[in-house]
């Protein structure tokens, strides 16, 4: 069974700083495309940023130069470090990855954790 977990998540003031983890764990053959969503309620899950196996990163505009994504191969770790946050970041952080179980390739999410930015 695959798990991916998040964690990293809380209360922050503005302008500050947190780094989100994503740990994946099972039987895994291979991990692909990575990368971070985040959700609001009442609203649709939106993209924040996305990283290839490469390293390769490509983030949605609203956060560029403020977030950093990046992973660990050899560790099956995914990080979000996000910078200079702001109210319009508070949300629910999920990530997901494309895995490789047993010659079947799916996305897999993880149950998310909290992002609130206030003063």
């Known amino acids: 069974q695959v798990q991916l977990v998040e964690s990293g998540g809380g209360l922050v003031q503005p302008g500050g700083s947190l780094r989100l983890s994503c740990a994946a764990s099972g039987r895994i053959a291979g991990i692909y495309d990575m990368g971070w969503y985040r959700q609001v309620p009442g609203k649709e899950r939106d993209l924040v940023a996305t990283?290839?196996?490469?390293?390769?990163?490509n983030y949605t505009d609203s956060v560029k130069d403020r977030f950093t994504i990046s992973r660990d191969n050899a560790k099956r770790l995914m990080y979000l470090q996000m910078n200079s946050l702001n109210a319009e970041d508070t949300a629910v952080y999920y990530c997901?990855?494309?895995?490789?179980?047993?010659?079947?390739?799916?996305?897999?999410w993880g149950q998310g954790t909290q992002v609130a930015v206030s003063s």
């Open positions: 990283i290839t196996w490469r390293g390769m990163p």
């Open positions: 997901t990855a494309k895995i490789n179980v047993g010659g079947v390739i799916r996305d897999y």
